[in-house]
């Protein structure tokens, strides 16, 4: 069982940063891959970046790519989102999710098997 908690959502203005961070309990962190996914109201949750086991590879949805990076410290058992360049379309609800050794649809939620209760960004225009 791992347990995650996302923290770092707020409120900033387009064209700000803020820094996710996604904390996991347990002993095991190091056997996850690692995504964070948005869900904005009224639309699907939808695939941000993900990270793998060692943090070697790295991928990330068009949409973000160049202005969001994914990282981890598996040290501290904690995954990192670096959002810079912020638009307002980027608003939503942010969540962290774990996938058991990872896998190759790492754009798929089914490939997760754990998943955090999310965390509130929004950018005002």
């Known amino acids: 069982q791992v347990q995650l908690v ?3 959502g707020g409120l900033v203005q387009a064209g700000g940063s803020l820094r996710l ?3 996991a309990s347990g002993r095991t962190f190091s056997r996850y891959a690692m995504g964070w996914f948005r869900q904005a109201p009224g639309k699907e ?3 941000v970046a993900a990270i793998s086991l060692s943090g070697i590879s790295t991928f990330y949805a068009d949409s973000v790519k160049g202005r969001f990076t994914i990282s981890r410290d598996n040290a ?13 379309e ?15 649809f790492v754009e798929s939620l089914r490939s997760y098997d754990y998943w ?5 960004v929004t950018v005002s225009s």
């Not at 955090?116 to 509130?120: D, L």
């Open 90 to 104: 980027d608003t939503a609800v942010y969540f962290c999710a774990a996938d058991f050794e990872g896998s190759r």
């Open 76 to 88: 501290k058992n904690t995954v990192y989102l670096q959002m810079n360049s912020l638009k307002p």
């Open 116 to 120: 955090g209760q999310g965390t509130q």
């Open 45 to 47: 949750r939808e695939f």
């Open 6 to 8: 996302e923290s770092g």
């Open 21 to 23: 961070s996604c904390a």
